[in-house]
């Protein structure tokens, strides 16, 4: 019977690496076609630029320095699960008209289900940049979902040398939290991710991030835990404004609610924009004029737009 179950759970595994990848393909592929001009560049296999910057981008592969640095301030983008170039884009582009160069940090469900070797990986790389790219400041965090867990491993990493890390800290103006997913929600945000309309292989799927949740406690979940934690004490102390729906499973307001009373607690100043019906992830496209017209409100109140030279009455 064991045999079988671990037959059946390499078949899913191995569904899921052929549909990740068949989306990765079918992403490259896709052309960027813009009103305004946007070039991307792959920095790492997890780490994509967007920038209006028409000048060659050249990187140190060992250091993950510009040679030549845009002159552009920074938003730190944490992509959700499985999201596509052409959503990503259209986020990346409402900041890059504006001025900005736009990082986007994503990471494949493979890293998310062994972190020792996944996204703990990308955490280093994700500070490498920041640290050898000092003239990126100020810095704008926009997180989407599984994001939130990302940004928890890149933190505790900075806890461990604040020496080192504290004056990146001091670069982050503020923050936006889009659907955040904590680590109770792994379960139902994975297979929703990998399998948006199989409900047959969602179900496979969370069976198996179960088994997976309770097989490898020390490989996989005692990481997701320390990330939950570090997440909900937080060392990014700038003021926050978080996007939910009372009908997300993956990222609902009760977990976003629990965060937000423990930031206001070490006194951060948080915004909470909660929609009766939206969609994960998508509140942008659900709620497109409410949606920019609140980020930009708190974009306007933490002194970003004045001091990339936005106009206090500009439109994004």
């Not at 920095?43 to 060659?56: G, R």
Request: with cysteine; net charge positive; charged share 20%.
């Amino acid at each position: 019977m064991d045999f079988i179950i671990q037959i059946a759970l390499v078949i899913v595994l191995l569904m899921i690496v052929l549909k990740f990848y068949k989306r990765q393909r079918l992403s490259a592929m896709a052309p960027l076609k813009n009103r305004r001009y946007l070039s991307s560049k792959d920095i790492t296999k997890n780490m994509t630029l967007y920038t209006n910057n028409k000048a060659n981008i050249e990187v140190d592969p060992k250091t993950l320095a510009f040679k030549k640095p845009s002159g552009n301030p920074l938003v730190l983008m944490m992509a959700w699960l499985m999201a596509k170039q052409k959503h990503l884009k259209k986020y990346a582009q409402i900041y890059t008209e504006m001025g900005f160069d736009v990082m986007v940090v994503h990471i494949t469900p493979w890293q998310l289900l062994w972190p020792a070797k996944g996204t703990q990986m990308v955490a280093a790389e994700t500070l490498k940049f920041l640290e050898n790219n000092k003239s990126y400041a100020p810095i704008v965090m926009h997180g989407f979902s599984v994001g939130a867990y990302q940004m928890g491993e890149i933190m505790l990493q900075m806890s461990r040398d604040m020496d080192r890390y504290g004056s990146i800290l001091d670069r982050f103006v503020c923050q936006i939290w889009d659907s955040a997913a904590d680590i109770t929600e792994i379960p139902v945000g994975l297979p929703k991710s990998i399998f948006p309309k199989n409900e047959r292989m969602q179900s496979a799927l969370r069976n198996y991030t179960l088994y997976h949740l309770r097989t490898f406690h020390n490989q996989a979940t005692i990481h997701y835990m320390r990330s939950s934690q570090m997440f909900h004490s937080t060392l990014l102390k700038a003021p926050a404004l978080f996007f939910v729906s009372e009908n997300d499973p993956i990222g609902p307001p009760s977990s976003n609610q629990a965060v937000r009373e423990n930031w206001e607690r070490a006194n951060i100043k948080v915004t909470f924009k909660c929609w009766p019906r939206s969609q994960h992830a998508a509140h942008l496209i659900k709620h497109r004029e409410e949606y920019l017209e609140t980020l930009f409100q708190h974009l306007e109140s933490c002194g970003v737009l004045e001091a990339v030279g936005v106009p206090k009455r500009a439109k994004l």
